[in-house]
Nanobody
Framework: QVQLVESGGGLVQAGGSLRLSCAAS????????MGWYRQAPGKQRELVAT???????DYENSVKGRFTISRDNAKNTVYLQMNSLKPEDTAVYYC???????????????WGQGTQVTVSS
């Protein structure tokens, strides 16, 4: 019944921008912490950004100043605005939802299907 539907991935040149969206259903969205993870070829999955139910943001160091996570509770949607993209940002990006702040960083309750982001040199 719970579904996270992602969109916005694609191919961009280095220095470009993309905006990822994740629309949630089947949960009381405003009560959940949300996050974005990514997994690049040959690398472990890593947490990119989180946002609490109250709107507090946190970021992995390599994306600070370039990526912005936000949420629109009226639309049950979380976004990841990615600017100044680098080839090393290339990965499959996953949306995640969790009922607690701690859990979004450890074992989210729900996952999206993943969307490919490719940044060319």
């Amino acid at each position: 019944q719970v579904q996270l539907v992602e969109s916005g991935g694609g191919l961009v040149q280095a220095g470009g921008s993309l905006r990822l969206s994740c629309a949630a259903s089947g949960i009381i969205f405003s009560a959940y912490a949300m996050g974005w993870y990514r997994q690049a070829p040959g690398k472990q999955r890593e947490l990119v950004a989180t946002i609490t139910s109250g709107g507090r943001e946190d970021y992995e160091n390599s994306v600070k100043g370039r990526f912005t996570i936000s949420r629109d509770n009226a639309k049950n949607t979380v976004y990841l605005q990615m600017n100044s993209l680098k080839p090393e940002d290339t990965a499959v990006y996953y949306c995640a939802a969790a009922i607690s702040l701690v859990r979004i960083t450890t074992s989210p309750n729900y996952w999206g299907q993943g969307t490919q982001v490719t940044v060319s040199s």
